[in-house]
T-cell receptor, first 117, second 110 residues
Framework: DAGVIQSPRHEVTEMGQEVTLRCKPISGHNSLFWYRQTMMRGLELLIYFNNNVPIDDSGMPEDRFSAKMPNASFSTLKIQPSEPRDSAVYFC???????????????FGDGTRLSIL | KQEVTQIPAALSVPEGENLVLNCSFTDSAIYNLQWFRQDPGKGLTSLLLIQSSQREQTSGRLNASLDKSSGRSTLYIAASQPGDSATYLCAVHNTDKLIFGTGTRLQVFP
């Protein structure tokens, strides 16, 4: 069965441009997570949704970042305007249920490698 | 604030060796702990998930243990193979979030 699908796989754009990353979670999963991975900071949770509702966005670095989940099968992470320090790999993950203790593992997509020039 | 540390940061071993990767966390009030594998340019693949009430989990040549009171987990890889080369990450479930460790980059050479 299909895993978490992210697009695009790679994105190179100039500073100041709007960037939109997309994610399709595993069918039936009701929690969706956006992470950012850099060499300096490792993997950081940006925001997560449960049943399409944002639960915790405390990891979103600035107002330039926004995320939406209009339905159970699609989410976007948008950066506007983009800056060179936003360059990183962005991962989307999904799982059944929410919160620790439900014992459900998170399943990750292959990520979007973003480079802001 | 939960902090997760992995030692060693990098490891290079010949094929066939048995390996132990270490993960430590500062807040023992976790719900579960998950081990992941990450190949270059790829996402994370879940290997094992240990509930806080469990002591260990096994999958094939992999065995993960958890000692919640001391804030430690180990991932044991038996009879390592070149295909095991990857970065291994542990993550603890704290409240609603996964907090990731810094990772151990493993290279197994023939």
């Amino acid at each position: 069965d299909a895993g978490v699908i992210q697009s695009p796989r790679h994105e190179v754009t100039e500073m100041g441009q709007e960037v939109t990353l997309r994610c399709k979670p595993i069918s039936g999963h009701n929690s969706l997570f956006w992470y950012r991975q850099t060499m300096m900071r490792g993997l950081e949770l940006l925001i997560y949704f449960n049943n399409n509702v944002p639960i915790d966005d405390s990891g979103m670095p600035e107002d330039r970042f926004s995320a939406k989940m209009p339905n159970a099968s699609f989410s976007t992470l948008k950066i506007q305007p983009s800056e060179p320090r936003d360059s990183a790999v962005y991962f989307c993950a999904s799982s059944l249920g929410v919160g620790a203790g439900n014992g459900q593992p998170q399943h990750f997509g292959d990520g979007t490698r973003l480079s802001i020039l | 604030k939960q902090e997760v540390t992995q030692i060693p940061a990098a490891l290079s071993v010949p094929e066939g060796e048995n390996l132990v990767l270490n993960c430590s966390f500062t807040d023992s009030a976790i719900y579960n702990l998950q081990w992941f594998r990450q190949d270059p340019g790829k996402g994370l693949t879940s290997l094992l998930l240990i509930q806080s009430s469990q002591r260990e989990q096994t999958s094939g040549r992999l065995n993960a243990s958890l000692d919640k009171s001391s804030g430690r987990s180990t991932l044991y890889i038996a009879a390592s193979q070149p295909g095991d080369s990857a970065t291994y990450l542990c993550a603890v479930h704290n409240t609603d979030k996964l907090i990731f460790g810094t990772g151990t980059r493993l290279q197994v050479f023939p």
